[in-house]
Nanobody, 126 residues
Framework: QLQLVESGGGLVQPGGSLRLSCAAS????????IGWFRQAPGKERVFVAA????????DYEDSVKGRFTISRDDAKSTVFLQMNNLKSEDTAVYYC???????????????????WGQGTQVIVSS
C-alpha cells in the first residue's frame, strides 16, 4: 500500500518550534519532489514548502520564509519540515504530498501531486 504518514504536530506556544515528519511506505521517494501544504479551518489547502527530488532545491511560501526549513532523508524515505518562531496564523492541519518529477516547478499546484498524507494538526496558541 502506497502511503505518506505525517507526524510531529501538536500544541505549541507562539515563538515555539515543531518538526514535522513525512514518512513514505510502499514506495521510494527517489525522483519525487515533496511538498508541504496546510489547511486552516474554513480555508483552502495552500502551499507551504517544497523540496526537489535531489534535495538541492527548495521553495517556500512567503510567510514562512526564514522560519521554516524543508529537508529530506531519502535513506529513511522521510521528509522534514522544521518550523521555528511559530505564529498563531500557522495553526492548521499540515499535509505532505509527493509527485514524481525530474523538474521543480509548479510546487503550489495541488493537482500535480500523486500521493497525499492524512495530515497532522498544528496549533499555535498561548
Amino acid at each position: 500500500q502506497l502511503q505518506l504518514v505525517e507526524s510531529g504536530g501538536g500544541l505549541v506556544q507562539p515563538g515555539g518550534s515543531l518538526r514535522l515528519s513525512c514518512a513514505a511506505s510502499g514506495f521510494s521517494l527517489d525522483y519525487h519532489a515533496i511538498g508541504w501544504f496546510r489547511q486552516a479551518p474554513g480555508k483552502e489547502r495552500v502551499f507551504v514548502a517544497a523540496v526537489s527530488w535531489s534535495g538541492r532545491d527548495t521553495d517556500y511560501e512567503d510567510s514562512v520564509k526564514g522560519r521554516f526549513t524543508i529537508s529530506r532523508d531519502d535513506a529513511k524515505s522521510t521528509v522534514f519540515l522544521q518550523m521555528n518562531n511559530l505564529k498563531s496564523e500557522d495553526t492548521a492541519v499540515y499535509y505532505c504530498a509527493a509527485k514524481r518529477t525530474h523538474g521543480f516547478g509548479g510546487n503550489h499546484l495541488r493537482q500535480d501531486y500523486d500521493y497525499w498524507g492524512q495530515g497532522t494538526q498544528v496549533i499555535v496558541s498561548s
